[in-house]
Structure formats: structure tokens, C-alpha cells
């Protein structure tokens, strides 16, 4: 039903009649200067972006103090970044705490630990973005990654010692929180999906519906308070679960009942067709959905499950809340100290930009996949 | 028909393992049964812990005096003579007062955005792009955490900030003057209501005559009455409304209007986020209104404007609304998010009231019941309007 | 009197690098109905809309009853009153009535009172063979009701000049009649029509001029009974090979 030429009721003036006008010209006129209201726009706009991108320029880096002396106790003085506050960037408290932002309370000296886990979380996402990955293989291999992240943490065997989870910190648990979570959620949500969907069961799909729509009706604080006052109180007296992976589990379910809703966007997606051809093959349910339902429902929904996954990425930073040392936390906790106080634009700064690296990748992968689907779906 | 009379005839459960009907029945006893028997240990488990630790169960706790000291009431509070209940009601309404203002703003600056992502001015175009793919990626936590950051690093109230006169910015907060009450007041009032009806029946009258003959009559005579009479009102009987202006008094302003700055903070963060999401949803909620029917309407006269008013935009809403009505929820959720930067919501009160009581279960209890009616509230609100409004096909 | 009611004259286009429209030519006197065709990319859907400038050409004039369209937003104004258009895939407002889509146009472009614009409309409805329709919603009719509804909305802004861009293209074959026969009965009443469609049966019975189009250029013209006939160039010949084998 589209008309049989493109529109150009909106375009702007093409080039044309090979009018001696350079290309750049061209396109400044076009793209910039079409109406007189478009010109003062792009004036305007030009101005402010000039004007405030030269202020962050002169404020990050012409002014910026990169570096401050150390007393003889070996404490940082802050003197200069404190005259300098409002003129120039203290980028000295980077350099100063990013050890702590990026790995937390984790023993100095095995610091490499967590970084190596950190290489192996992004080795992982870029390897799942993959589409020439995408086997059964790839399961195996999150199981082995996330098994070995584990050991590496813990350490405790060949030499390595031991770090109790609750030293670990910074980036580290954001990746553990985010990753282990959608690992755990997915099983979860598959399976609340099919619940909802299945019509012969109407109690069991009360039930995947009941726990749906209870965990995405309330905010994520709830459910992490729920881990961290509520939880202690249903175990048993000498059981005790610490308190990361309470959170953990927070993060399941939080993330189960979201992934199902996507879940069952793909399953709703697909024609009854391929479900019928499976009943009239003779295949058994738990045949059909894992051989032919689920794997061409859960391909369809890959980018939105990266979507969802970016939220859960964010989100991880709400275990800020209840005092578990994410990134966050850690980026908060560095600038209580008195010398640095006030410098939390520096530290928010470098914050942003390494969630920003993170999301930003996995959305443009997102998108990438949804434009390579929609292209595969129309041929 | 004695067809139809005939009832078809019902299936009879066959107590045999192969019948479809039987297995999924046991297998729902099974589930079922499983999730009871959790519910009903964890129940005994926690019934036991908070026996020996001597913690009280039930809601009698809200009838108690609460000490807690919040900032900002909207209705009468007083620290350690007031009820729990009355602090988590303030509570609550708090987080009503930022959901709603908030989903207000957010849609305006959303749709704004979104319209400009569109513009065919590429600079305004982009920085609209670099603006939701921006502020998208950065976790709201922190987007909070810098607002409020950014809201103590405003000076103090005795060098505050004067850009307008009455109007005073520090980091005690936005103080601007509001309309003190005076006696004379409640007629200017009533004049108010008067000249919005009388604006009201104007553009009915409008819209009739506009059918009737084909030309409309200029809105600017109700415009002029909700402006006109109430001042008026005001002049005849000499009371002028009074502006009640801020001042300083010793080391903080007193009078007029106080935006604290957690608020101010929470209500920027969570409108600059959102309205990230709604930006992209506004616009593609526009393209997915056809060129055809742009062309169509241009081919039967309409100008621009009147295209996008009645031709696209009634198209565009419906695409719109249900995404909308989940940003709107994320928006509401995401306000709990007040907790970490100090303002006082429903989830910022109940977690200082469990942390008092160790009621810990009815506390969260509280939190979830309020969250959950609000979101069903919203939905149940928005697939009225999303029924009310969607297209009729065969 | 003898002025043309659509004049083109020398008109170009392009599409980026891609020249559309080369140095087209034509004038369609009043009550003259227009048939062309020609093979899809001719540029003949571009040409008729620059007749009512949902196109601009960039070179050479179009006057459009003694009006001459320019970027003045008023002449535009009048040209695309007096200017009906029908599309290839209707563009009816899904969200309006068809009464309230045939309406629009008249209560907000001509200042028609309302009632009187609903008896014109339901006037046009009764010509187009659908009144009981009109409490419906474009989404419960069927493609040839659909465009029948276009035809009317079209005409109900009375237009002195109707354009129609492919309008069966997008039908099924048994709802192709039902679109023609109206567009009969309209070039019965003698309104000057152009008409882009690849209906030759419709061209010979309605037709005064055929105008074949190929590569953005107007190759031949003439009377469909000639022009069928004895076809001047290889081009045209083809042409009607292929749409004579297709139907």
C-alpha cells in the first residue's frame, strides 16, 4: 500500500541543474539555512554549542589540575583543585581513586583479578553479539565464563587467596549483578512465558500472570529492600544468605518477570502456523516448544532482549540503596572522603562515560541486529 | 434449530494418564501444590524469627506517634505527635506530587524533543539525537546524584542567586513568591471561575456558529475574560492580590514559595530522563503516520498546520498511547528513586518507619500496595482512553 | 476562455542526480480528459504531482487555471482547491467517518457550514453509489468502496480539475470496475480529468488524448483510437505489448 514514489512534500530543494554550487555550500543551504526560521536556529544553536562547548573545554581540560601533591604522611593535599573549584576540572581525584571506583574494597594487591573478570565480561558480551556465535555453543560458553568469573573472584584454590564477596566492589559487580542476573532471570522468564501463554492451565497461568504483573507494578527499591530487611526473616535460624546475593536474587526475579513480558512478545509473535505443522508432525509439547517454538521466538526478540538488558544494566546501580559497592556506590564512597568532597562532577563524569561505553555499545549491537532481522524478514 | 439446542457434548475426564485433560490437571495440583507448600513454609519461618525477636506483626504501628521529621508536607504534620499513618499519607502524596508533575513535564519536553529529532534543520536534528542516545545510556541513579550535587554547589541563602526579582536560588532551594490568601480574594476567585465558564460557552458558541455558517469567531474574547474579569474584580474591590515574597530571615529565606532542592533535583532528573524515552516514542509515533496521508490532506487544501492537528497527530496518539502509559509507569516507579538523594516519598517514609518499627514486612507491604494501585490506576486509566480512542477496522 | 486549464511548459525535475522529468510539455483544455501511461519509473506519477505541487518541478512553469504555481503559499492555496486528487492507495483518514472524512476538507478549506457540507457530501456519496456507508469507518470497506470514497471526498471540495494517479493499481480485479465505472460517470459530467493508469480499456472509452510516457519524457500524444492503433515509435509498441499480454 505505499505510494509508488517517495515523498518529497517535506523535502528540501535537491541539487539540481548541476548549479555551479560546491557540495558543502549545497548542504549548509539544505541542511541549515533552508528558511529564515531554520537559519536563526542553527545560529543560535551554533552559538550556544560554541559557547558552552568552549566553557567544558576550558573547564576540563584547559584549567584542569590532573595532578595534586601528596603530604608526608602520604595523604593528598587538594589545596589547588580547591581554588581551582568552578574554573577548572579536579581530574587528580580520578587519578587518585580510580583503583577503588573500578574494583571496590578488593585486596590491592589482586586487583588484577577483577580486571581480568572485567576483560572476560566484555570478551563474553561481544561474542554474544555475534551472530556467527549464536549456537548452542554459546550457552556452554557463558556457563564456562561465568563459572570461571566465579573462581577468579573467590580465588581460594592454586595459590590464589581467598576474597569473601563482600570486599569485592566497582565495576565487578555491576558486570556480576547485570550479567549472572540475566542469566538466571532467563531460564525464569521462559519459563513464566510459557505459563502465561498456556491455555490448558489456567491456575498455573494465574500464577506466571500474578508474579508478572506483581514485580513490574513495584519499583526495583522495593524488591531490593525486600532482599535486604525481608529476606533474613524467611530463613531459618543459623541459614544465612549474604547480602550480594540476596540482591542477586532480587535481581532475578525483578529481571524474570520483564523478560517474559519479551518473551511473550516473540512467542505472540509467531504464526500459528509453525505450532500447528509441529502438532500435526505428532510432536509432544515440551518437543515442540523447545525444537521449534522457542528458538525461532526467542531469535525474533534478541534486540528487544538487549534493550531489556540495557535497562538491567542502569538498574544495577540501585543496589546503591541498600549498600552493596557497584560502581556507583564505589563513585560515591571515594568522594565522601573530606579531601575530595565537592568533586563529584569529575567522579560522576567518568561514571557516565563508563556506563555510557557500555549502554551505548549495546545499543548500537541492538539496533544493528533489528535492521539485520528486519532486512532477513522481507526477503 | 434443534441444532442449537443440542448442547455439545461435554468431554468426560477419563482416569487415565494418557488423557490430555487429566495430566494437565495434575500437573496444575502439582505447581500448586509446591508453591503453597513454599509460601506456607517461609510463612512458618518468618513467624518463628520474628517471635524471637520479638517484633511485632500487624498495622497497629500506624495509630503510633511517628517521629520522623520530613521537610515537606502538603497537609499538617508534626514530628513525634503525628501517626505513622500520617506521615506514610504525606508520603504518598509526595510521591504523587512528583509522579504527576513530573509525567507533565516529561511529555511536554518528550514531545518537544521528539518533534525536533525530526526537524528538517540537521544541527537541531542531531543535538535532539545526541540528546536521547545521551541521557539513555547514563543510569538515572546518577543523573539524580549529579542534580542534587549540582543543587548544593548553588551558594548559600545569604548570596543567593537573584535572577528575577522575588525570585531567589541557593542551596536551600527555589524560593519564588506565591499569591498570598486575603480576604478579598475568594470574590476574585469566583470571578476567575465565572470568566472561565464564560470562556468555555464562548468557544461552544464558536464551534456552533462555526458549523452552522462555516466561520468560526476569534478565541481572543475568552482569552481576554479569563484574564479580564478576575483583575478587575481585584481593582474594584481594591485588593490587589498580594505576593507573598520570600525574604531572608537569619540564615534561610522565609515566605513565598519553597521548591527544595531534593525536589527540584528528583523533578529534573526524572523529566530529563524520561522524556529521552518519550522523545523516541513521539517520534515514531509520527512516522508512522504514511506520507499518503500527509499528501492526501495537502491535496484537498489543508495547510501544514491543520494537517498535523487533524490528520496526523489523531493518527499518531494512538500509536503512541500504550508505550506512553509504560513510561509514564517507569516514571512513577522511578521516583522511588527519592530515597537516595533525600526527598521525602512514600518509599523514602516507609523505609524510615520499618527501619523504626522492624516491621519490616508490613513496611514493604505498604510500599508495594501503594506502587501497585497506582500503576493499575494508570493502566486501567490508559486502556480506557487507548479503547475510547482506537481505530475502527472490520 | 481559450486558456488551457493545465499548462506545462518546459518542466524539469530531479530526484538527487536523477533527472525525472525531462522538458515535459502539455496543455489540457478544459473538459479534456488526459489518460497517461507509460512503463513504471516514467515519471508520469511525478508529473501529475507537480500539477498540484505535492512534487516541485525545478524548471520551466505550470499554471493551473490561470494560476501559476510558484512557491507563494496563496497560489498554492487556490491551485489545490480548484485541484482534486485521487491517490493509488486512497489515503482515506483511518481515524474519520466517511462522512466526516468527505466533510473535512469543505467545512476547514471552504468555510462550509457544517450541515450543508454534510448534504453535499452525502450527495457525492449517493453519485459514488455508497450513502449508506457514511457512519462507517475507512477500515470497514473494502479497496473499491475505499476509492470510491476518495472520488467523493475529491469532488466534494468541487474542484474544477480531477487528478487521478494510478487509482486501480492497488485494487483486486473484480473491485477494478467499480472504481472505473464511477470514474465513467465523472468524465460523463464533463469535468476535465487526468488520469495516470494503465486501464486501456477505460482510455479508449473515455479518452480524448492518450499521453505516453517513457524515461520522463513525453514520447507520443495523440487520440487513444489513433495512438492504439498505429503506434509511431518502438518505445510505445513494446509498451502495449506487454500491458495487452499482461491483461
Keep these: 500500500m505505499s505510494a509508488s514514489h517517495s515523498s518529497s512534500v517535506e523535502r528540501a530543494p535537491t541539487l539540481a541543474l548541476g548549479a555551479p554550487l560546491s557540495r558543502a555550500a549545497f548542504w549548509l543551504r539544505s541542511r541549515l539555512f533552508a528558511t529564515p526560521v531554520s537559519a536563526v536556529v542553527s545560529l543560535a544553536l551554533l552559538y550556544l554549542l560554541l559557547r558552552w562547548g568552549w566553557d567544558f573545554f576550558g573547564w576540563a581540560v584547559l584549567h584542569a589540575i590532573w595532578q595534586v601533591p601528596h603530604d608526608a604522611a602520604g595523604l593528598p593535599q587538594t589545596g589547588v583543585c580547591r581554588a581551582a573549584e568552578g574554573v577548572g576540572a579536579c581530574w587528580a581525584v580520578v587519578a587518585e581513586k580510580y583503583r577503588f571506583i573500578l574494583f571496590g574494597f578488593y585486596p590491592y594487591a589482586q586487583q588484577w583479578r577483577p580486571a581480568i573478570c572485567v576483560l572476560l565480561f566484555i570478551g563474553l558480551y561481544a561474542a554474544s553479539a555475534q551472530q556467527r556465535f549464536w549456537r548452542r555453543e554459546l550457552a556452554l560458553i557463558w556457563a564456562v565464563a561465568l563459572v570461571l568469573i566465579g573462581a577468579l573472584m573467590w580465588g581460594g584454590f592454586a595459590g590464589l587467596p581467598l576474597v569473601a564477596d563482600d570486599q569485592w566492589g566497582g565495576l565487578p559487580i555491576t558486570l556480576i549483578l547485570a550479567t549472572f542476573g540475566l542469566a538466571g532471570a532467563f531460564p525464569l522468564a521462559v519459563l513464566a512465558a510459557l505459563g502465561r501463554r498456556s491455555r490448558g492451565m489456567p491456575a498455573v497461568r494465574m500464577l506466571c500472570v500474578c508474579y508478572i504483573e506483581l514485580i513490574r507494578g513495584v519499583p526495583l527499591i522495593s524488591l531490593l529492600f ?154 | 434449530m434443534s441444532a442449537s439446542l443440542a448442547a455439545p457434548p461435554r468431554r468426560r475426564l477419563r482416569l487415565s494418564w494418557s488423557d490430555a485433560r487429566l495430566r494437565g490437571l495434575v500437573w496444575q495440583v502439582l505447581i500448586l501444590g509446591a508453591v503453597a507448600l513454599l509460601i506456607w513454609y517461609l510463612a512458618r519461618t518468618t513467624a518463628h524469627n520474628l517471635a524471637t525477636r520479638h517484633i511485632a506483626t500487624g498495622f497497629a504501628f500506624l495509630d503510633h506517634a511517628a517521629p520522623i521529621p520530613i521537610g515537606e508536607t502538603l497537609i499538617d504534620y508534626t514530628p513525634s505527635v503525628s501517626s505513622y499513618g500520617r506521615a506514610l499519607l ?76 522575588g525570585v531567589f536560588l541557593s542551596n536551600r532551594g527555589l524560593r519564588v513568591p506565591a499569591l498570598a490568601w486575603r480576604p478579598g480574594d475568594g470574590w476574585v476567585l469566583a470571578a476567575f471561575g465565572i470568566a472561565l465558564l464564560g470562556a468555555f460557552l464562548w468557544a461552544r458558541h464558536a464551534a456552533r456558529r462555526r458549523d452552522a455558517t462555516g466561520r468560526g469567531l476569534p478565541l481572543w474574547p475568552a482569552a481576554l475574560l479569563v484574564l479580564g474579569l478576575p483583575a478587575m474584580v481585584a481593582i474594584a474591590l481594591g485588593a490587589v492580590p498580594g505576593l507573598d515574597r520570600p525574604a531572608l530571615h537569619g540564615f534561610n529565606f522565609q515566605g513565598g514559595l519553597l521548591i527544595s532542592p531534593e525536589y527540584a533535583a528528583l523533578l529534573i532528573g526524572l523529566v530529563v530522563y524520561a522524556a529521552s524515552y518519550i522523545a523516541e516514542i513521539v517520534r515514531s509515533g509520527i512516522l508512522s503516520v504514511s506520507t499518503g496521508q500527509w499528501e492526501a490532506a495537502q491535496a484537498l487544501g489543508l495547510r501544514r498546520g491543520a494537517v498535523l492537528r487533524l490528520v496526523v497527530l489523531p493518527q499518531a496518539l494512538r500509536v503512541v498511547v500504550p508505550p506512553m502509559t509504560s513510561q509514564y509507569l517507569n516514571l512513577v516507579k522511578n521516583s522511588s528513586l527519592a530515597v537516595a538523594i533525600g526527598y521525602q516519598d512514600i518509599v523514602s517514609i516507609a523505609n524510615t518507619t520499618l527501619n523504626q518499627t522492624g516491621q519490616a514486612i508490613e513496611g514493604i507491604a505498604l510500599i508495594m500496595a501503594v506502587y501497585l494501585t497506582i500503576s493499575l490506576s494508570i493502566s486501567l486509566f490508559m486502556n480506557w482512553y487507548n479503547v475510547r480512542i482506537a481505530l475502527v477496522e472490520r | 476562455m481559450s486558456e488551457p486549464a493545465i499548462l506545462m511548459e518546459h518542466v524539469q525535475k530531479w530526484f538527487g542526480q536523477m533527472h525525472v522529468l525531462r522538458d515535459i510539455s502539455l496543455s489540457v483544455e478544459t473538459g479534456e480528459r488526459v489518460v497517461v501511461c507509460g512503463p513504471s519509473g516514467s515519471g508520469k506519477s511525478t508529473m501529475i504531482r507537480c500539477i498540484n505541487r505535492l512534487e516541485e518541478h525545478q524548471k520551466g512553469r505550470i499554471v493551473v487555471d490561470g494560476t501559476e504555481l510558484t512557491s507563494d503559499v496563496r497560489a498554492l492555496d487556490t491551485i489545490r482547491r480548484e485541484v482534486g486528487m485521487v491517490f493509488q492507495s486512497f489515503n482515506l483518514f483511518p481515524h474519520l467517518t466517511i462522512l466526516q472524512n468527505c466533510t473535512l476538507a469543505p467545512i476547514r478549506v471552504r468555510r462550509m457550514p457544517k450541515r450543508e457540507a454534510e448534504e453535499l457530501a452525502m450527495e457525492y456519496l449517493r453519485r459514488v453509489k455508497i450513502p449508506e456507508q457514511a457512519a462507517k469507518y475507512p477500515g470497514q470497506l473494502s479497496g473499491g468502496q475505499q476509492q470510491r470514497v476518495a472520488i467523493a471526498r475529491a469532488l466534494c471540495m468541487q474542484p474544477k480539475i480531477m487528478l487521478f494517479d494510478e487509482p ?64 509511431a515509435t518502438d518505445r510505445l509498441r513494446l509498451f502495449l505489448s506487454q500491458i495487452l499480454r499482461g491483461h
Aim: net charge neutral; glycine share 8%.
Design chain 1, 226 to 379: 525486600m532482599a535486604s530487611v525481608m529476606f533474613p526473616l524467611f530463613l531459618p535460624a543459623g541459614v544465612d544468605i549474604d547480602k550480594l546475593l540476596r540482591a542477586q536474587i532480587a535481581f532475578v526475579l525483578f529481571a524474570g518477570a520483564y523478560l517474559a513480558e519479551v518473551v511473550r512478545a516473540g512467542l505472540q509473535a509467531l504464526p500459528k502456523g509453525q505450532s500447528e505443522a509441529a502438532d500435526a508432525l505428532g510432536l509432544g509439547y515440551w518437543q515442540k516448544t523447545m525444537l521449534i517454538v522457542l528458538p525461532q521466538a526467542l531469535r525474533q526478540v534478541i534486540p528487544m532482549l538487549v534493550n531489556t538488558f540495557i535497562g538491567f544494566f542502569k538498574d544495577t546501580s540501585l543496589v546503591l540503596i541498600i549498600g552493596i559497592f557497584d560502581l556507583t556506590t564505589t563513585g560515591r564512597t571515594a568522594i565522601d572522603e573530606p579531601a575530595w568532597q565537592g568533586f563529584g562532577n569529575e567522579i560522576y563524569l567518568l561514571l557516565a562515560a563508563i556506563y555510557f561505553t557500555f549502554c551505548f555499545a549495546m545499543s548500537r549491537t541492538s539496533a544493528r541486529l533489528e535492521h539485520l532481522f528486519s532486512r532477513g524478514q522481507r526477503r
Design chain 2, 90 to 165: 504525606i508520603g504518598v502524596l509526595n510521591t504523587l506530587k512528583i509522579s504527576i508533575v513530573g509525567c507533565l513535564l516529561a511529555t511536554v519536553l518528550g514531545t518537544l524533543i521528539g518533534i525536533g529529532r525530526l526537524a528538517p534543520n540537521w544541527l537541531l536534528a542531531r543535538l535532539c539525537g545526541a540528546y536521547v542516545e545521551g541521557l539513555r545510556d547514563i543510569p538515572l541513579l546518577l543523573q539524580l546524584l549529579f542534580w542534587y550535587g549540582l543543587m548544593q554547589t548553588l551558594p548559600a541563602p545569604r548570596r543567593a542567586l537573584h535572577p528575577l526579582a
Design chain 3, 168 to 231: 486501480t493499481s492497488a485494487l483486486d480485479p473484480e473491485m477494478i470496475k467499480e472504481v472505473l465505472d464511477t470514474m465513467i460517470g465523472l468524465a460523463e459530467t464533463g469535468m476535465t480529468m487526468v488520469c495516470v493508469t494503465h486501464e486501456m480499456g477505460f482510455a479508449r472509452q473515455v479518452a480524448n488524448r492518450v499521453v505516453f510516457m517513457d524515461r520522463g519524457e513525453v514520447v507520443e500524444s495523440g487520440p487513444p483510437a489513433e495512438i492504439f492503433a498505429n503506434p
